[in-house]
Structure formats: structure tokens, C-alpha cells
């Protein structure tokens, strides 16, 4: 059974940055396609960064770009987001998510999902 823990949300000030973590274990090998979304209170979950098995390949939306930046340590069986020049409209449950196959923006491709970590940033 594959399981995600992510975590190292929190409080900030905007302009703030934080670190989310995920640890990706039950299976021997960590190849997948990894991302992480969020969602705000009364809205959709939305794509923030993706990056694929090897690590060559990553993916941004744009209100991310610039100021995410997601990477991986397959040795670790990890992935993080780095999170600089936080806004006020960063606030919201941050989730990271696996999938079998591939990489990309597309959450109903994702198979499997953290808890989630909330990051609140304060104006």
C-alpha cells in the first residue's frame, strides 16, 4: 500500500517562504510522477508544481512560477516544494500526489494523495 505524509506547513507573513515535504513509502522503488495542488476554502483543488520519476522534467503553474520551486530525492523517497515571496492568496491545504504514469498538471491522473498540509499566509 503506498502511502504519502506531507508536511511543514504553517503560519507566515507574506513575503514569508516555507518548505513542504513528502515521503512516499510502500513500495521499493520510488518511480512516479510526482505534484503537489492545493485547495482553498470554496474552491477547487488546483495544480501548483509537478516533476517527473527522474527529476529532469518539472512543471509550474504560473501563479507558481518564479516563486515555487519542487524537487525530489529519489533516495530519499521525497519530494518538496520550496516556497519563496509568499501572498496572502497562497493560502490553502497543500497536497502532494503520486501517480503510476507519467507527470503533469492533470489531478484526476494523480493515484495516490497525502493528508495535506495547511499554509496560511497572513497580510
Do not use: H
Not at 509550474?60 to 518538496?80: L, P, Q
Not at 493515484?111 to 496560511?120: E, M, P
Amino acid at each position: 500500500q503506498v502511502q504519502l505524509v506531507d508536511s511543514g506547513g504553517g503560519l507566515v507573513q507574506a513575503g514569508g517562504s516555507l518548505r513542504l515535504s513528502c515521503v512516499v513509502s510502500g513500495r521499493t522503488s520510488f518511480s512516479y510522477g510526482m505534484g503537489w495542488f492545493r485547495q482553498a476554502p470554496g474552491k477547487e483543488r488546483e495544480f501548483v508544481a509537478a516533476i517527473s520519476r527522474s527529476g529532469g522534467n518539472t512543471y509550474y503553474a504560473d501563479s507558481a512560477k518564479g516563486r515555487f520551486t519542487i524537487s525530489r530525492d529519489n533516495a530519499k523517497n521525497s519530494v518538496y516544494l520550496q516556497m519563496n515571496s509568499l501572498k496572502a492568496e497562497d493560502t490553502a491545504v497543500y497536497y502532494c500526489a503520486a501517480r503510476e504514469y507519467g507527470s503533469g498538471s492533470n489531478y484526476r491522473l494523480y493515484d495516490y494523495w497525502g493528508q495535506g498540509t495547511q499554509v496560511t499566509v497572513s497580510s
